[in-house]
Every structure is written in structure tokens, then in C-alpha cells.
Nanobody
């Protein structure tokens, strides 16, 4: 099972930006779609964004569409989440996840998780 290590979380002001990174130890990184999820205390983990193994398709939750961008660098085994126009409701622990599929993006197929990184957005 791949090890996923997130970085880049922290504190931002509303309207600001942060970029999250997730490095994977997966031997054949392109074989798997990658995703970002987030969770706040007392709520279920929710899907934020996903990208297929070859980057041909991305998917976003409506709450982040047009503000967040997911991308990946298969040469570096890394997936990114660029977060712009941050809102206080984006405050959560963000998790990187690996799917068991390369394509398409199916939320239920994400089963390998990083340790999470905290994102806090102040108003």
C-alpha cells in the first residue's frame, strides 16, 4: 500500500490562497487516480477533488468548483491542490487519497489515505 504524505496546510485569510502537496511512494503512480478529501470534527469526510491517472479528467465538488484546482506531476509522484478564494467554510483537515482505479474518478474507490494536513481560513 502506498504511503501518502501531505504538506502545505496552514492558516490563511478569507480570499487568500494555499497549495497542498501530496507525495506518494507508489511504484507506478500513473496507474491510480488521486483525490483530495476534507473533514471537519463531527462530520463525515467529504470529496473535494479528483484527477485520473493520466490527468485526462478532473472532478470537483460543487462547493470548490472554480476556486480549487487539482493537478499532478507523475514524474514526481505528487498531486497538488491549489486553493484560491478561500472561505472560512473551507477550514478542515485535508486528506490525500489514492483510488484503486486509474479511470474514471469514483469516490468509493479511494481507500489509501495520508495523515492529513490542517487548513484554517480566518474571516
Amino acid at each position: 500500500q502506498a504511503q501518502l504524505v501531505e504538506s502545505g496546510g496552514g492558516l490563511a485569510q478569507a480570499g487568500g490562497s494555499l497549495t497542498l502537496s501530496c507525495a506518494s511512494s507508489e511504484a507506478v503512480f500513473t496507474r491510480y487516480a488521486m483525490g483530495w478529501f476534507r473533514q471537519v470534527p463531527g462530520k463525515e469526510r467529504e470529496f473535494v477533488a479528483g484527477i485520473t491517472g493520466g490527468s485526462s479528467m478532473t472532478s470537483y465538488d460543487d462547493s470548490v468548483k472554480d476556486r480549487f484546482t487539482i493537478s499532478r506531476d507523475n514524474g514526481k509522484n505528487t498531486v497538488y491542490l491549489q486553493m484560491n478564494s478561500l472561505k472560512p467554510e473551507d477550514t478542515a483537515v485535508y486528506y490525500c487519497a489514492q483510488s484503486s482505479l486509474s479511470y474514471p474518478i469514483v469516490k468509493s474507490t479511494f481507500g489509501s489515505w495520508g495523515q492529513g494536513t490542517q487548513v484554517t481560513v480566518s474571516s
